[in-house]
C-alpha cells in the first residue's frame, strides 16, 4: 500500500502539472474533451478509491467514492447545492457517476481543494469508508490537497451528461506524459491554430446569432406596430364611451341631488316624529319604572308572608299528627273507660235493687210484733244483723268507689271535650291551608301579571333602540359620494361600465347590484326600497325579536 500510495502522488503531481502547462499555454478555457482534463479526473478517481472498503449488500459487493463524497453535505454546507444538483440530475443511475459529476461541478466552482482538505481533516469519519493506510487517511493525502490549490487558475466549462458519466473507463493513459519536448511543441503551435480557428468558428456563430436576433426584432416591431393601431382604435372607442358616461355621470348627479333634497326634508319629518315618540316613550317608561317598584315591593311582602305561613302550615300539620294519634289513644280509652262505666252501672244497679230487698225485709220484721220471739230468738238473729250490717258497709264502700270512678269518668269526658275543641282548631288551620292556595295562585297571578310588564319593557326597549337606530341612521351615517367608492364596499370588486354603483338607503354605503339586490321599508321610506345584504339581515332580525 506504501508502493500503491507512492506511485498515486506521483501521477496525480504529473497530470496536475501537464494540466496547468497545458491550460496556461493554450489560454482558454478547458472544456470535457480536454485529454489532460481527463486524464486528471482518472488519476483523481484512483486516488480516491485507493483503500475504499467494499460493502456488500443484497445484489454484490458494491465499491463507490460517492458515499464519502455526500458526507461532505453535512462537513461543508456549501457544498449542499452540488450535492443537490447531483441527485436531481437525469440520466446517472451509479454511484460512481454521481462521483464524477460532484468532482466535475467542485472543479468549475474552484473549490475541489477547499471541500477536499475538509474532508481529509474528518479522518474519524473517513475511518467508516476506507481502511487503515489509504491515501487520503495517510500524508499523501494532504499533500494532494495543496496540489489542488494549484488548479484554481483554470476555468473549466464542462459538460457533465448523466450516461456520459456512468460508462467511461477509468483506465490511465501514461503515453500522454511520454512525449518528447519537439512533438509537444508542434503540439502547441497546433493548439494554436486549433485556438485561432475556434475563434474564427466563435464570431460566425456570433454573427449568425447577431442576424437572427436582428430579424426576430424586426418581427416583434411590426407586431408592435399593428398592436399599437389596434391601441389607438380601442382608446377613440373608450374615449367614446367616456364621454357617453360623463354624460350619464351628469345625469345621475341631478337625480342623486334632487333625491338628496327630498331626503333630507323626509329626515327632518322623520326627526321630529321620532323625538315625539321618544318622549312619550321616555314618560311611559319612567311610568313603567315607578309601577314595578311597587308591584316589586308587594311582590316582596307577599313572599315574606308566604313563607310565614308555610312555616305556620308545617308546624300546624306537625301538631295535626300528634292529634291525630293522641284521638286514637283517647278513642281507645274512652271506649275502654265506657265499659268499665256501663259494668259498674250494672253492679251499681244489681246493689241497689239487693239494699232495696235489704230494706223491705228489715221493714217487714220491724212491723211484725214478733218480740217475744225475738227477745227469745235474740240469740239466734244477732249474727245475721251483724251480717247484714257488713254488707251495707260494703256495699257503701263500693257506692264510693263507683261514685269516684263516675267523677274520673266525667274529668276525662272534659278532657274528651277539650281535645274535641282542639279538633275544631284543626279545621281553623284547614281553612288556613286553603287561604294559602288562595295566597299562592294570587303570587302565581301577580308573577305573570310581571313577566308581562317585563315582555312589555323589552318591547319598549326595542322600540328605543330602533328609533336610536333611525336616528343614528338619520345622523351618522352620510350619503356616500360615487366618487368617493371604486369598490364594492362587500365583495370588493372593481366599479366598471357593467358594475354599476347602487346607494344602500339604510347606511347609505356603495354597493354593487348582486350585494344590494333586496328592497325593505324603511321608517324614513315608506315604499320598499333598495337595501344591501348586512343591512337586510339586520333589519329582518330585529324585526323578528320585536314581533316574538
Not at 453535512?74 to 446517472?92: F, H, N, Q, W, Y
Amino acid at each position: 500500500m506504501v508502493v500503491e500510495r507512492s506511485n498515486l502522488l506521483s501521477m496525480m503531481k504529473l497530470s496536475i502539472k501537464v494540466l496547468i502547462q497545458s491550460s496556461l499555454s493554450l489560454g482558454r478555457t478547458l472544456d470535457s474533451e480536454y485529454p489532460p482534463l481527463q486524464q486528471f479526473f482518472v488519476v483523481l478517481e484512483h486516488c480516491l478509491k485507493h483503500g475504499l472498503k467494499v460493502k456488500k449488500t443484497f445484489i454484490g459487493q458494491n465499491k463507490s467514492i460517492w458515499a464519502p463524497l455526500e458526507l461532505m453535505e453535512k462537513l461543508c454546507p456549501e457544498s449542499a447545492d452540488i450535492a443537490t444538483s447531483v441527485r436531481d440530475m437525469p440520466g446517472i443511475k451509479t454511484g460512481l457517476g454521481r462521483a464524477r459529476a460532484w468532482l466535475h461541478l467542485a472543479l468549475m466552482q474552484k473549490k475541489i481543494a477547499d471541500y477536499m482538505k475538509v474532508l481529509i481533516n474528518r479522518r474519524d469519519l473517513l475511518g467508516e469508508f476506507y481502511d487503515p493506510g489509504a491515501l487520503i487517511m495517510e500524508e499523501e493525502g494532504a499533500v494532494i490537497v495543496g496540489m489542488l490549490v494549484g488548479l484554481n487558475v483554470i476555468d473549466a466549462n464542462l459538460c457533465v451528461k448523466g450516461e456520459d458519466l456512468d460508462s467511461q473507463v477509468g483506465v490511465i493513459d501514461f503515453s500522454m506524459y511520454l512525449k518528447d519536448p519537439q512533438a509537444t511543441e508542434n503540439t502547441q503551435d497546433d493548439s494554436k491554430m486549433t485556438a485561432i480557428l475556434d475563434q474564427k468558428h466563435y464570431i460566425e456563430e456570433l454573427n449568425r446569432h447577431l442576424s437572427c436576433t436582428v430579424t426576430d426584432l424586426q418581427a416583434k416591431m411590426d407586431s408592435l406596430e399593428k398592436t399599437n393601431s389596434k391601441l389607438i382604435e380601442e382608446l377613440t372607442a373608450a374615449t367614446d364611451r367616456i364621454n357617453a358616461l360623463r354624460e350619464e355621470q351628469e345625469q345621475l348627479k341631478q337625480e342623486n341631488a334632487n333625491i338628496l333634497q327630498s331626503s333630507q326634508r323626509k329626515e327632518e319629518v322623520t326627526l321630529q316624529d321620532s323625538q315625539v315618540e321618544l318622549e312619550t316613550y321616555r314618560q311611559t317608561r319612567q311610568g313603567l319604572d315607578e309601577m314595578y317598584s311597587v308591584v316589586w315591593k308587594q311582590y316582596k311582602e307577599e313572599k315574606r308572608i308566604r313563607q310565614e305561613l308555610q312555616k305556620e302550615l308545617e308546624l300546624q300539620i306537625s301538631l295535626k299528627q300528634e292529634m291525630e294519634v293522641a284521638m286514637k289513644l283517647l278513642e281507645k280509652d274512652t271506649h275502654e273507660k265506657q265499659d268499665t262505666l256501663v259494668a259498674l252501672r250494672q253492679q251499681l244497679d244489681q246493689v241497689k235493687n239487693l239494699n232495696l230487698q235489704m230494706f223491705n225485709k228489715a221493714q217487714v220484721l220491724q212491723g211484725h210484733n214478733f218480740t217475744p220471739l225475738f227477745r227469745f230468738n235474740c240469740c239466734f238473729c244477732s249474727p245475721f244483723r251483724a251480717g247484714l250490717e257488713s254488707e251495707l258497709s260494703t256495699e257503701k264502700e263500693q257506692r264510693q268507689n263507683l261514685q269516684r270512678e263516675l267523677h274520673r269518668e266525667q274529668d276525662n269526658s272534659t278532657e274528651l271535650r277539650t281535645q274535641l275543641q282542639q279538633l275544631q282548631g284543626l279545621q281553623t288551620l284547614l281553612d288556613l291551608r286553603q287561604e294559602k292556595k288562595q295566597l299562592q295562585q294570587l303570587c302565581e297571578e301577580q308573577e305573570q301579571a310581571l313577566q308581562d310588564m317585563g315582555l312589555h319593557l323589552s318591547q319598549s326597549k326595542l322600540k328605543m333602540e330602533d328609533f336610536k337606530e333611525v336616528n343614528k341612521a338619520l345622523k351618522g351615517h352620510a350619503w356616500l359620494k360615487d366618487d368617493e367608492a371604486t369598490q364594492c364596499k362587500q365583495c370588493q370588486k372593481e366599479f366598471s361600465i357593467s358594475r354599476r354603483k347602487h346607494h344602500c338607503r339604510n347606511c347609505g354605503d356603495i354597493y354593487c347590484n348582486s350585494c344590494s339586490s333586496n328592497e325593505l321599508a324603511l321608517p324614513s321610506f315608506p315604499r320598499p326600497v333598495r337595501v344591501c345584504d348586512i343591512c337586510h339581515s339586520l333589519l329582518l332580525q330585529r324585526s323578528s325579536i320585536g314581533s316574538s
